[in-house]
């Protein structure tokens, strides 16, 4: 059973930066992906970015691209999402997530991961 521990939210100011991270457990297969997902107040659940553990991967939703870097580090079985240029529209629960799978034309789907982090509050505000 694959577990998952989001850290690193918090509050910061529009221009800003955080940086999420993800440990992951029991993971066994390097085929997996890895992705961040993200939900605000009365939103659906969208992607945000996601990396096929094999190869490194990365994907991204375009209004993050350029801003946002997702990185994993195999050895500690940890990713990472670094967030520049924080704008208030980030706002939202950040979701990591594991996809067994790693298929490439359904990677930004939050239906085909299996496991799922508790999530960490990421809040844009002046």
């Known amino acids: 059973q694959v577990q998952l521990a989001e850290s690193g939210g918090g509050m910061v100011q529009p221009g800003g930066s955080l940086r999420l991270s993800c440990a992951a457990s029991q993971l066994t297969s390097d085929s997996y992906a890895m992705g961040w997902f993200r939900q605000a107040p009365g939103k659906e659940r969208e992607f945000v970015a996601a990396?096929?553990?094999?190869?490194?991967?990365?994907y991204y939703r375009e209004s993050v691209k350029g801003r946002f870097t997702i990185s994993r580090d195999n050895v500690k079985n940890t990713v990472y999402l670094q967030m520049n240029t924080l704008k208030s529209e980030d706002t939202a629960v950040y979701y990591c997530?594991?996809?067994?799978?790693?298929?490439?034309?359904?990677?930004?789907?939050?239906?085909?991961?299996?496991?799922w982090g508790q999530g960490t509050q990421v809040t844009v505000s002046s």
């Open positions: 990396v096929r553990l094999r190869g490194g991967y990365t």
């Open positions: 997530a594991v996809d067994q799978r790693g298929i490439l034309s359904t990677i930004r789907d939050p239906n085909v991961y299996e496991y």
